[in-house]
């Protein structure tokens, strides 16, 4: 159909103009949620459940009743659905709280905050077939680090924040440095889950098996979904094989020329597992953040992660990706000479965030957020995108998966007035990446943050059809409210 059928299918608004619009929730009253508190206060164990004002404001954001309640089974989310639905309350799931679209605030009136970190069990290790049972609350790096302790040569390759957990991992569909080598949640790294439908019904969407082609793929439509259809309570996830990996740095003189460098080294089928883009201003802060492995110039940096089976292999995927970066402008490559001073180096690129906060000085405040664009695209969107903030005088830092076209930036503020031109920089970054055929968000998600993007990018009736799925499961509408799918009168700006 090309590109002119799919212009005409994301803007007609034919197919789903009837059945577009989510019915308005009703919700309890005050007296309905005092009901609903005791209820639940009544049904679990006294620290089960808890009106703590600290607790409030961490789980939501907000000193409204967000009530946080903390199952240890799917009998115990059964439970709170129940009473939710009884009592018509919202149901926000928490997770690892590392999320930055907005997911889990608490909804404007309150509601029940279902706080999965006491559902952290490692249920079983299936080795021989390559993938683990777990609970959502807990966390990836958990995971890696209880193989490594067991001598399981396997590890679970989505990378995320550290602190992320695995039922929030798949609900917001994330990926992170790895994405170029293994994919992204949306790949088949989660074989099934177990689900409480809003109703209170429990589902397994499949069996362990490496592949199913019985019906539709039910996993995937919880994947991304951001707690609005159901709450995650088991997953199987799929582990791959550790192979030895080295690490690698080069200056570049500005981040278009590294990332025509990134174009050309994937292209060579080199052992590739992660290849990071940062600007100058993140070198700077975690220079002054100190590093006792690596001295850095102030500059534009690719950072690698080489991967290969044996040290011959390693030392030649290092050898092709120093001639390519000399090749486009690049220089003072440098290797690690050792696996710890690889793990120091990359802790620097994991840290960024941490750095260039630090680095802002008391008061600073942090709009980080994401695109993602075709791998060609992405000099031209970081090139057009630093030239549009440099303007603004907003201090920032810039960091891309280069790898898969996926672009960060880190917007620093401290007054109100600041604030409206980050959201000005923001505003323009998505539109700039839909234009290139790109997402307004490569991992992070949509949330609050980028529901206004949603009709441009996936159409009316793409949108439309999400909305009746989100009808069909959740009628009253209770599941994680106002995120993910835009209001009824959003329209697209196209």
């Not at 990706?321 to 690889?342: L, R």
Request: glycine share 10%.
């Amino acid at each position: 159909m090309g590109m002119g059928g799919y212009y005409v299918g994301t803007r007609s608004n034919a197919p789903y103009t009837a059945v577009s619009a989510l019915p308005k929730p009703v919700y309890g009253t005050s007296k309905d949620f005092a009901r609903a508190i005791e209820e639940l206060k009544s049904s679990f164990a006294k620290d089960a459940v808890t009106i703590a004002e600290d607790q409030l404001e961490a789980h939501g954001f907000s000193l409204n009743t967000h009530l946080p309640v903390f199952p240890t089974s799917t009998e115990d989310v059964v439970k709170i659905v129940n009473i939710a639905r009884k009592y018509r309350m919202p149901v926000i799931t928490y997770s690892g709280g590392t999320s930055l679209e907005g997911h889990f605030s608490g909804w404007k009136d309150g509601g029940i905050c279902v706080d999965m970190s006491e559902m952290d069990k490692i249920i079983a290790v299936h080795a021989e077939d390559s993938d683990l049972v777990c609970q959502p609350g807990v966390g990836w790096m958990e995971i890696n680090e209880t193989l490594k302790e067991k001598g399981i040569p396997l590890f679970f390759p989505l990378d995320p924040a550290p602190t992320a957990t695995v039922g929030g991992m798949l609900s917001t569909g994330c990926s992170g440095t790895n994405a170029v080598r293994y994919g992204t949640a949306k790949a088949e790294w989660f074989l099934n889950a177990t689900v409480v439908l809003p109703s209170g019904e429990v589902i397994k969407t499949r069996r362990r098996s490496r592949k199913s082609s019985a019906g539709f793929d039910t996993t995937k439509l919880f994947i991304g979904a951001e707690g609005t259809l159901g709450i995650i309570t088991e997953v199987t996830i799929r582990l791959a094989p550790v192979i030895p990996t080295t690490v690698a740095t080069a200056r570049f003189p500005d981040m278009r020329k590294a990332s025509e460098a990134v174009i050309e080294i994937l292209n060579t089928g080199i052992g590739i597992q992660c290849i990071e883009l940062v600007d100058a201003a993140f070198i700077r802060a975690t220079v002054a953040a100190g590093n006792p492995v690596r001295q850095y110039d102030i500059a534009d940096h690719l950072f690698f992660k080489l991967q290969g089976p044996t040290p011959g292999a390693l030392s030649e995927a290092v050898e092709v990706v120093k001639k390519i970066v000399k090749k486009h402008g690049g220089d003072k490559f440098w290797p690690a000479k050792t696996q710890e001073e690889a793990e120091a180096v990359w802790t620097d690129r994991k840290n960024g965030l941490y750095s260039a906060m630090a680095y802002a000085g008391d008061g600073a405040k942090a709009w980080t957020t994401d695109v993602c664009v075709p791998i060609s695209k992405l000099p031209q969107l970081v090139y057009e995108t630093q030239q549009d903030i440099e303007r603004s005088g907003i201090l920032y830092s810039v960091v891309g998966h280069a790898g898969d076209g996926n672009f960060h930036t880190l917007l620093i503020f401290k007054t109100d007035e600041e604030l409206k031109v980050v959201h000005g920089l923001v505003h323009r970054m998505v539109e700039r990446a839909l234009a290139l055929d790109g997402t307004c968000t490569g991992e992070h998600g949509v949330g609050i943050g980028k529901r206004e993007f949603l009709v441009e990018e996936l159409g009316v009736g793409t949108v439309g059809l999400m909305k009746t799925i989100k009808r069909a499961i959740d009628p009253l509408g209770i599941m994680n409210p106002g995120k993910l799918y835009p209001d009824d009168n959003t329209e697209s700006r196209s």
